[in-house]
């Protein structure tokens, strides 16, 4: 089955302590994006990937790292997380940059105390 | 910048009314427009686009037309269900230089009761 995975689903931590949301996609598409969703401000894109080694800056990057070493797989990690950062988040994948349809992932609910 | 306004929720409809949820947009150039849909506990998932000025986009009897006169891409839906309960979010894809990421509006709730 076509999917994008994300996980963990669920995530409760601690301030300053180091995490890893693992993204995984078994599509071959080449372009990936994190983003969060915080009530009553809809969806803001965090990070993107066109490829391979290839990855830029969203509209709400500060905080968040991403590497992209393996076409399938783009994992969010907060190296020092603070509560603000307690949210909902999705990655998303498409064929391509200029594909219309982005695939979403289930989503991973973190809160930060 | 570029942006899109969507109607608040949350909406609360009974089966078989009509639905309309409004969504105007704000970019430079011919951005391409979406809605998708989010149910309780998944994803979002793509629910139409469209393309162009005037392109109507359809999918599950729910409608949208691209409007370039009055920059909206209002979504429509003749007779509800109780399984279209979900959120809705309207976002545009900008024509350049917009290396592939959507512009989400805030997203509206439905709610349909039986």
């Known amino acids: 089955e076509a999917q994008v995975t994300q996980n963990p689903r669920y995530l409760i931590t601690v301030t300053g302590k180091k995490l890893t949301v693992t993204c995984s996609q078994n599509?071959?598409?080449?372009?990936m994006s994190w983003y969060r969703q915080d009530p009553g401000l809809g969806l803001r894109q965090i990070y993107y990937?066109?490829?391979?080694?290839?990855?830029d800056k969203g509209d709400v990057p500060e905080g968040y790292k991403v590497s992209r070493k393996e076409k399938r797989n783009f994992p969010l990690i907060l190296e020092s997380p603070s509560p603000n950062q307690t949210s909902l988040y999705f990655c998303?994948?498409?064929?391509?940059?200029?594909?219309?349809?982005?695939?979403f992932g289930p989503g991973t609910r973190l809160t930060v105390t | 910048g570029d942006s899109v306004t969507q109607m608040e929720g949350p909406v609360t409809l009974s089966e078989e009314a009509f639905l309309t949820i409004n969504c105007t947009y704000t970019?430079?150039?011919?951005?391409?427009l979406f809605w998708y849909v989010q149910y309780p506990g998944e994803g979002l998932q793509l629910l139409l686009k469209?393309?162009?000025?005037?392109d109507k986009g359809s999918n599950k009897g729910f409608e949208a037309t691209y409007r370039k006169e009055t920059t909206s891409f209002h979504l429509e839906k003749g007779s509800v269900q109780v399984s279209d309960s979900a959120v809705y979010f309207c976002?545009?894809?900008?024509?350049?230089?917009?290396?592939?990421?959507?512009?989400f509006g805030k997203g509206t709730k439905l709610s349909v009761k039986p």
């Open positions: 998303a994948s498409n064929p391509t940059v200029s594909s219309y349809e982005q695939y």
């Open positions: 599509m071959n598409h080449e372009y």
């Open positions: 990937s066109m490829n391979v080694e290839a990855t």
């Open positions: 970019a430079t150039g011919y951005p391409s």
């Open positions: 469209a393309t162009k000025a005037d």
């Open positions: 976002a545009l894809r900008r024509e350049w230089g917009s290396q592939g990421n959507l512009i």
